[in-house]
């Protein structure tokens, strides 16, 4: 199982990011994929999930009406469109699955500042 996120980067508060992480080494379509986060001295927590035919996605408190996730199964893909960017959502942003064990990606930083 490999999990490779791409798309982070430094954006002005406001602003708009679209992770994507590309998923290989199983089924993708029939497990279910998150989107987690972690700030300095912070611990990861949940910010998205979406289920294997994205018929339902899920969505931190924190970033509803803001992130969206979804998917392409053709493609072994997930993404993340992050808008109305906020400087406390900075953080080190990773998937995941649990495909019979938890796997998680390398992540990727996002940088929100003026």
């Known amino acids: 199982v490999q999990l490779v996120e791409s798309g982070g980067g430094l954006v002005q508060p406001g602003g708009s990011l679209r992770l994507s992480c590309a998923a290989s080494g199983f089924t993708f379509s029939t497990y279910v994929m998150t989107w987690y986060r972690q700030a300095p001295g912070k611990e990861r927590e949940l910010v998205a999930l979406i289920t294997g035919a994205g018929e339902r996605t899920d969505v931190a408190d924190s970033v509803k009406g803001r992130f969206t996730i979804s998917r392409d199964n053709a493609k072994n893909t997930v993404y993340l469109q992050m808008n109305s960017l906020k400087p406390e959502d900075t953080a080190v942003y990773y998937c995941?699955?649990?495909?019979?064990?938890?796997?998680w990606g390398q992540g990727t930083q996002v940088t929100v500042s003026s």
């Open positions: 995941q699955t649990v495909a019979g064990r938890r796997y």
